[in-house]
């Protein structure tokens, strides 16, 4: 019995420092450039800047990955998904730990705050074949859905904003969010696992799904759903899709990366491919000074700007802003921001901060985690007011601005 509570008091004690540790900010040297990385050959006119580091968390003791960020306007707590299949929660303003909401079995694939009329909630969808919510006040599981297969992606959306879409092996699952019936179980559609399901921002009964099969396919989720009558269109990417989005002003293109680290843009509504970038990697390599383009995290798209930019990184965990350029010879252009010296590792995910409505949060750019466990903070506007030419001024401009947002490797 002795023993016993020795072992109880150890862990305890365990427990408290870890979660002291995590609320501690570590201080990195922002190590700013505000030079030029080098001098320009006049083919590649690189003239992008560095960003600063502000802070950095480290959310583990232990090799545990940092899988994806997520926030929203109306709560000013960041969740992030990690490897351990947590869930767990900073405050942005001070980087202290809140707590973690736990449950799932297998890894989480996709986590969000879009759930309908409930700021509180974060979603997240696993392996194992569920989609839970959780009370970011409490940090308890609220409701769960559940499917016979892993899922990847989800997304709310439709004509009323009830319905919840994801995606699972070879399928595409509907359910009404409000009383969690399932509605329809498209599987004639995919010949794979369908890795990413969204909902067109501006025509919420639109329904984009994208596979491994290089099969990207657009419904209609209006009335009662069969595939005979509501699958609408199918895009051939001809390879396994990793990651979409949307673009353009109305949100009428989107863009796809692809697991081998493709680049490609495409008109959803007419059908037509505009872009496709094979080498993108060695594409982005030669825009900027830095070691080798190896991966793709993300894109992001600013809507006030009309402007798309691929992000890339390095082993290292160096990631830049490439600008897509549709239609122009050189399709990827020189990178307009770096952030570098925060991670050492993968980049995993990038969540800008225009996105979080932080309030005193002004002048931070965004933050990232990766496979070294860490949650980056960087610094923008307060570095930009000294010297507005460190970074593009769209790049800048959308710091103040609604955005919208690395894919989860499959």
Sequence with gaps: MEGGGQDTAAMAMEMEVEAEAEAVLCAVPSSLSLSNSST????????????????????????????????????????????????????????????????????IHEISFSAPSSPQVVCSCSSDGTIR???????????????????????FGGSNGNLI?????CQVLLWDWRNSKQLACLEESHMDDVTQVKFAPHQH?????AAVDGLICVFDTDGDMNEDNHLLSVLNVETSVAKVGFFGNTYQKLWCLTHIETLSTWDWN????????????????????????????????????????????TT?????????????????????????????????????????????NRGIFGWTGGEDGRLCCWRSDEIAEINKSWISSSLVSRVQKKTRNRHLPY
């Excluded at 960020?69 to 929660?89: D, G, H, R, Y």
């Excluded at 599981?141 to 989800?154: N, Y």
């Excluded at 009964?205 to 799904?209: E, F, G, P, V």
């Excluded at 900027?288 to 930019?309: E, G, M, Q, R």
Aim: net charge negative.
């Design 270 to 313: 007419d059908g037509s491919r505009e872009l496709n970038i094979e080498e993108a990697r060695s594409l982005a390599t030669d825009r900027w000074n830095l070691d080798h383009v190896d991966y793709f995290v993300d894109c992001h798209y600013s809507l006030p700007d009309d402007k798309l930019w691929v992000i890339g990184g």
């Design 316 to 360: 290292a965990g160096t990631i830049g802003y490439f600008p897509v350029r549709t239609g122009l010879e050189e399709a990827i252009g020189s990178a307009e921001a770096i952030l570098e010296g925060g991670h050492t590792d993968v980049v995993r995910t990038i969540y800008p901060a225009a996105s979080t409505h932080l309030g005193q």
């Design 205 to 209: 009964n639109k329904l984009i799904s």
């Design 133 to 155: 919510a959780w009370d970011t006040r409490s940090f308890k599981q609220i409701s769960v859905l559940r499917a016979s297969h892993e899922l990847f992606s989800f997304s």
């Design 165 to 169: 879409a994801a995606g699972s092996n």
């Design 40 to 107: 320009p050959s006049p083919s590649s006119s690189i003239s992008s800047r560095r960003l600063g580091l502000k802070n950095s968390i480290q959310t583990n003791f232990g090799d545990d990955y940092v899988f994806q960020i997520a926030s929203c306007q109306e709560n000013t707590t960041l969740a992030v998904s990690l490897s351990t299949n947590a869930l767990k929660f900073y405050c942005p303003a001070t980087g202290q730990y809140l707590g973690e909401c736990t449950g799932h079995s297998g890894t």
